[in-house]
C-alpha cells in the first residue's frame, strides 16, 4: 500500500481565491471533505437529505438557522447542520475558511440554487 497524502490545510486554502465555491481536497467512503472560503453572506438554503459539517480554520463564521440562535464559530471550531435545516452562513470577521464535509453530489446551495452553486473542483 502507498502511504496516504497528508494534506496541510492552510496550503490548500492558499491554491485559491474564490468565495463560496468548495474544492474537494479528499473522498471518505461515500463523502467528500471540502474547503472554501467565505466573505460577505451566503443564500439561505437547505438540504433535503444531508447534514452538513462546518469546521472554521480562520475567521469567524455565524451560521444563521431559521427559528434558532445561530451557530458561531471561530478557529477551530465546528458545528453540524441537520438534514432539512434552512440556513444561511454569514461571516462576522473575515475573510472565513472552513473545511466541510459533505455526501458526495451535495450542491452548495442546496435547494436555493441560483448564481453561487458552484461546480466542486479537485485541488
Not at 54 to 59: D, E, I, N, P, R
Amino acid at each position: 500500500m502507498k502511504t496516504p497524502p497528508v494534506l496541510n490545510l492552510a496550503e490548500k486554502h492558499a491554491t485559491f481565491t474564490e468565495t463560496w465555491s468548495p474544492k474537494r481536497i479528499a473522498r471518505l467512503d461515500d463523502y467528500e471533505v471540502k474547503l472554501a472560503k467565505a466573505e460577505g453572506e451566503f443564500v439561505w438554503h437547505h438540504h433535503e437529505n444531508e447534514d452538513e459539517l462546518f469546521l472554521v480554520t480562520q475567521g469567524r463564521l455565524r451560521i444563521e438557522i431559521e427559528n434558532a440562535d445561530p451557530a458561531i464559530l471561530g478557529p477551530g471550531e465546528m458545528t453540524v447542520i441537520p438534514k432539512g435545516v434552512r440556513h444561511r452562513p454569514v461571516v462576522e470577521e473575515g475573510p472565513v475558511h472552513m473545511l466541510l464535509l459533505e455526501r458526495a453530489g451535495v450542491v452548495n446551495t442546496g435547494d436555493a440554487g441560483g448564481d453561487l452553486t458552484a461546480v466542486v473542483e479537485d485541488i
